[in-house]
């Protein structure tokens, strides 16, 4: 108990402190910190009346930018870090030898990565390139762009596809060190292929849009095989406030109006995985390897979110189905996360900064190989924002909860403390 109560003071003292110290040093008086101008680099931006992402960026102050004479070409390349301590694990355990053999407090670079973004001949014809500089697969995104009409978007490469919010917003654009433990069970992650979107009734309390996706089904860098079995996968969005909610987490514009959005996906593929990650198509736990052919999934999702006057809320629940066609097994996974943030501007020293608590559940119950077996979590959260998503310091405590009916109950708690920076 001394132990949780301590963590969580940790959690929650830790960003004031930081504040604090960066106020004694003399600073010029900037905006608030919590306009944050950047449009994420994974939302398809200008699929609703908003400015694209490549307009917004232009006032961002990341990287270095080059804009050709004639004003055909443009490139913005910037680098992002991830620095990261985490206690007694920084992953979230899901089987009874991980929370038995806990490997103790750890400091690490989670993520180190270029990017790179930018247009060819036109504003409509945008490019966007990410790359890790460290581990096997270093290649992240590389992907164009096409704003075939104010309504009508393209996107042809490999990227996350745009299934589902959590995973689409980017890992430096969350209000927690990680996103939640449904992720794992049902990310449908980066993908190579092609996807159409439309929009409809742009403004209004009708505006929705309509994406259409069709992938290979490998996962990231699966660039061998067929089309033969691809990856089909539709997402319907309604705005129903008439206000676009760009894929990022917490509501640093401090939104006058509100804006939110409900959404519904579906995907279906069959192939050799049960599972995807950043490292590629892979198996969720208790499910071996076998032919090109092996597993059905389909999958199904209802999702909304929404952001006004500094409140965040967003929520996922997802149904996935498994078929063996080796052994006729049929297994289902349901879960999601429910999560809420309330967001405050702060002053000291004339310089602004934005400091923001967060509350998270999720829930995974399993029907698969692994009978029995349910993960529950309980995380929270708080930010100092220095410079918006582009430089902010996140404290989390979590409880993470197995109960499996073949090994019995586990419990631990976590507490991670992360710089995000991008420049």
Request: hydrophobic residues 35%.
């Given at each position: 108990m001394i132990r949780v109560v301590f963590l969580l003071a940790l959690v929650v003292s830790v960003p004031f402190l930081a504040a604090f110290a960066a106020a004694q040093e003399p600073q010029a008086t900037t905006a608030p910190a919590s306009i944050d101008d950047r449009q994420d680099s994974e939302d398809m931006g200008a699929l609703a009346a908003e400015k694209s992402e490549i307009e917004a960026g232009k006032n961002k102050s990341l990287g270095i930018e080059y804009t050709s004479p004639n004003k055909r070409f443009f490139i913005n390349p910037w680098l992002r870090g991830q620095f990261r301590f985490s206690e007694p694990f920084d992953s979230d355990p899901r089987t009874s030898e991980e929370f038995q053999n806990a490997a103790g407090h750890d400091s690490k670079i989670r993520r180190a990565r270029l990017k790179i973004e930018g247009y060819m001949f036109s504003p409509r014809t945008g490019f966007y390139y990410e790359h890790e500089l460290s581990g096997d697969h270093p290649l992240l995104d590389i992907r164009l762009d096409l704003n075939l009409r104010d309504d009508i978007k393209m996107r042809i490469g490999q990227h996350k596809i745009l299934y589902n919010r959590e995973r689409v917003d980017s890992s430096g654009k969350q209000q927690f060190v990680e996103r939640s433990i449904s992720t794992y069970a049902f990310t449908l992650d980066r993908q190579i292929g092609v996807s159409l979107t439309k929009g409809f009734m742009a403004g209004t309390t009708f505006d929705n849009w309509l994406m259409l996706g069709v992938n290979k089904g490998g996962g990231r860098g699966k660039l061998d095989g067929h089309w033969k079995n691809p990856m089909l996968l539709a997402r319907w969005q309604w705005n129903f406030l008439g206000e676009v909610l760009p894929f990022s987490q917490s509501d640093l514009k401090l939104r006058q109006q509100p804006a939110a959005s409900l959404a519904f996906a579906t995907a279906r593929v069959r192939g050799p995985y049960t599972q995807y990650s950043s490292s590629g198509g892979g198996q969720l736990d208790g499910f071996e390897s076998g032919g090109d052919e092996r597993y059905t999934l389909q999958q199904f999702l209802q999702e909304f979110a929404l952001q006004f006057d500094g409140l965040s809320i967003q929520q996922e629940y997802h149904i996935k189905k498994i078929k063996d066609?080796?052994?006729?097994?049929?297994?289902?996974?349901?879960?999601?996360?429910?999560?809420?943030?309330k967001l405050w501007e702060v002053s000291w020293s004339d310089k602004n900064y934005a400091v923001e608590g967060a509350l998270r559940v999720a829930h995974v119950n399993w029907d698969t190989?692994?009978?029995?077996?349910?993960?529950?979590?309980?995380?929270?959260?708080?930010?100092?924002?220095?410079?918006?998503?582009?430089?902010?310091?996140?404290?989390?405590?979590?409880?993470?909860?197995?109960?499996?009916?073949?090994?019995?109950?586990?419990?631990?708690?976590?507490?991670?403390?992360?710089?995000?920076?991008?420049?």
């Open positions: 066609h080796e052994t006729g097994e049929r297994s289902t996974l349901q879960g999601g996360y429910a999560q809420v943030g190989a692994s009978p029995g077996r349910v993960q529950d979590e309980i995380t929270f959260a708080t930010n100092l924002f220095l410079n918006g998503h582009n430089n902010k310091l996140t404290a989390d405590i979590s409880q993470i909860r197995l109960k499996d009916d073949l090994t019995g109950k586990f419990k631990d708690i976590r507490f991670r403390l992360q710089w995000d920076v991008s420049f």
